[in-house]
Nanobody
Framework: QVQLVESGGGLVQPGGSLRLSCTTS????????MGWYRQAPGETRELVAT???????NYADSVKGRFTISRDNAKNTVYLQMNSLKPEDTAVYYC????????????WGQGTQVTVSS
């Protein structure tokens, strides 16, 4: 059974930093794309950042220059380093693993809460 487990969320003041981790139960290299998404109360889930197996990254405009996604294939883990956090970054953050199978298949973690507040 494939599992993605997030950790690292919490409460942080505006301007602070957090690092989220997502560890997979199978070799992470099987996922061509790993991503972080977030969902604020009353909002739809939105893309935050993605990273491909070769290492190409993509970011939402709202987090460019503040967030960095990375993956450690040896540790089966993808990270999201979040700096200069703002109250509008408050959301549940979800890890996603995308398989380029036919048909494509996505796996999701259970989510971790990030709250930015003074």
């Amino acid at each position: 059974q494939v599992q993605l487990v997030e950790s690292g969320g919490g409460l942080v003041q505006p301007g602070g930093s957090l690092r989220l981790s997502c560890t997979t139960s199978i070799t992470i290299s099987i996922f061509y794309i790993m991503g972080w998404y977030r969902q604020a109360p009353g909002e739809t889930r939105e893309l935050v950042a993605t990273i491909s197996h070769p290492g190409s990254t993509n970011y939402a405009d709202s987090v460019k220059g503040r967030f960095t996604i990375s993956r450690d294939n040896a540790k089966n883990t993808v990270y999201l380093q979040m700096n200069s956090l703002k109250p509008e970054d408050t959301a549940v953050y979800y890890c996603q693993g995308h398989l380029t199978t036919t048909p494509p298949k996505d796996y999701w973690g259970q989510g971790t809460q990030v709250t930015v507040s003074s």
